[in-house]
């Protein structure tokens, strides 16, 4: 039986709710990693936090569990039915440059905010890869390229905008929600759904690096 919320949360949100059959939903539910993917119950691709919250109202009010992608390059285990929340069109940037500072939305990916943070000569500890969300690389500790000079990417964090899994959004700093905040900048994920946060940027004038490669069928030279 197909997810009997499906209408009513189509009315709720800006974005799309897709369930099985759709024509877009095999295409929405992939992502980076090609050798498994989500198959939700239903899939809401979210516009914005309010779509969120509504996607988690409906995992509450019908008992379902929520899984959230936004590129995919972390798929650990892929979601068998319940709710699917894809970020991917939550992609906004803001940066404050006096501040040093980047409001990064749920689905921005590292190149992106690497580009933007370029412009005004500062940039965010990142990732090795530019296709890689900065959301949930961040919630994972976030181990980057200037890691050795700038630390840890959670260490960056300012404030945390989530809704957690009673379907409350939640504006969390170390401040206003010290356990919480702790949790998230390292916790990877699973105290509720991010829908955005505030992090620091360095400033980088330029980076020398690159990779040694070698052939391995020439092992023995
Ligand atoms: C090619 C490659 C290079 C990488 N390089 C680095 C590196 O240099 N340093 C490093 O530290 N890590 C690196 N990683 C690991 C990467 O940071 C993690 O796999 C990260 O979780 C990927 O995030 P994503 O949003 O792109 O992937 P997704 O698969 O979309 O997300 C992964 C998981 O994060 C959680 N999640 C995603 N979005 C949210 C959200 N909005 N709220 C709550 N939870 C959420 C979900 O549990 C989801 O299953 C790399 C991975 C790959 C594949």
Redesign the pocket.
């Known amino acids: 039986m197909g997810f009997a919320g499906a209408e009513a949360l189509r009315e709720a949100v800006r974005g799309s709710v897709l369930v099985p059959g759709d024509p877009e939903y095999d295409q929405e539910c992939a ?3 090609a050798g498994d993917r989500h198959r939700p119950d239903v899939l809401v691709v979210a516009d914005g936090p309010d779509d ?1 919250r509504a996607a988690v109202d409906a995992a509450r009010r019908y008992r379902l569990p929520v ?10 285990e892929a979601a068998r039915g319940g709710v699917l ?1 894809s ?2 069109r ?1 992609a906004g940037i803001r940066i404050d440059a006096e501040a040093r500072t980047a409001w990064v939305e ?2 921005v ?2 190149g992106d905010l690497v580009a933007e943070a370029a412009r005004h000569g500062l940039a965010p500890v ?4 530019p ?15 200037l ?1 050795r000079r700038f630390g840890y ?1 959670a260490d960056r964090v300012r404030r945390i905008d ?1 809704v957690t899994g009673d379907g409350r959004p939640r504006r969390v700093t170390a401040d206003s929600d010290p356990e919480l905040f702790w949790g998230l900048r390292g916790g ?8 955005g946060m505030e992090i620091g940027l360095v400033p980088v004038a330029g980076i020398y690096g690159g990779q040694l490669v070698f052939d391995g069928a020439r092992h023995a030279d």
Do not use: D, P
């Open positions: 992502g980076f990693q969120v899984a959230v992608q936004a590129t995919g390059h972390g798929l650990g929340v970020t991917r939550m749920a689905g990916r590292a990142n990732g090795s890869a296709g890689v969300g900065v959301v949930s690389y961040t919630l994972g500790g976030g181990v980057g390229l890691g990417a989530l990877g994920g699973g105290l509720g759904v991010v829908t």
